[in-house]
């Protein structure tokens, strides 16, 4: 009975790799990542761009298929205006502590100085929330990004 208990155990772990193998080779729905394609003097020089002479002090409206969004403490600037069911690139850069960007079902970790970029297609609609996942200071639970959908 022992011996059969063990090839019991051996055939269930057997099966339990070859499904996780399985499982990962599968491609897998949802943000796309990619934490190598920017510097942060590029990000800075599309950021100034896309923010304008104010610096994203007033709601931006996106023009193309970039966002470029700055977290510092205790926001995310630019506030943005987006098309609705539109497929962007957005580009995080964390300025001063480490932050991170909830967005879109995503979590991002943003270190100071690194550009994290992920697509996002966004909603038909409303409202877009972006909030920051990791404590960063006493405003952390303030801290909050507006993303407007509107045509």
Same mark, same amino acid.
């Given at each position: 009975?022992?011996? #059969?208990?063990?090839?019991?155990?051996?055939?269930?772990?057997?099966?339990?790799?070859?499904?996780?193998? @399985?499982?990962?080779?599968?491609?897998?729905?949802?943000?796309?990542?990619?934490?190598?394609?920017? *510097?942060?003097?590029?990000?800075? #020089?599309?950021?100034?761009?896309?923010?304008?002479?104010?610096?994203?002090?007033?709601? @931006?409206? !996106? #023009?193309?298929?970039?966002?470029?969004?700055?977290?510092?403490?205790?926001?995310?600037?630019?506030?943005?205006?987006?098309?609705?069911?539109?497929?962007?690139?957005?580009?995080?850069? #964390?300025?001063?502590?480490?932050? *991170?960007?909830?967005?879109?079902?995503?979590?991002?970790?943003?270190?100071?100085?690194? !550009?994290?970029?992920? *697509?996002?297609?966004?909603?038909?609609?409303?409202?877009?929330?972006?909030?920051?996942?990791?404590?960063?200071?006493?405003?952390?639970?303030?801290? *909050?990004?507006?993303?407007? !959908?509107?045509?």
């Amino acid at each position: 009975m022992v011996r #059969a208990e063990r090839w019991a155990t051996v055939v269930y772990l057997a099966i339990c790799l070859v499904l996780l193998v @399985v499982w990962l080779s599968l491609p897998h729905d949802g943000p796309a990542t990619d934490r190598s394609t920017m *510097s942060e003097a590029e990000f800075r #020089a599309g950021w100034r761009a896309m923010a304008g002479p104010d610096e994203g002090r007033t709601p @931006v409206r !996106v #023009a193309g298929d970039d966002i470029y969004l700055l977290a510092r403490q205790w926001t995310f600037a630019p506030d943005l205006v987006v098309a609705p069911n539109h497929r962007y690139r957005v580009h995080f850069l #964390a300025e001063d502590v480490v932050h *991170s960007a909830a967005i879109g079902g995503v979590e991002l970790l943003l270190w100071p100085g690194k !550009v994290e970029t992920i *697509s996002l297609t966004t909603p038909g609609y409303g409202h877009l929330p972006l909030q920051c996942g990791e404590y960063c200071g006493l405003g952390h639970s303030r801290m *909050s990004g507006s993303i407007e !959908v509107a045509k």
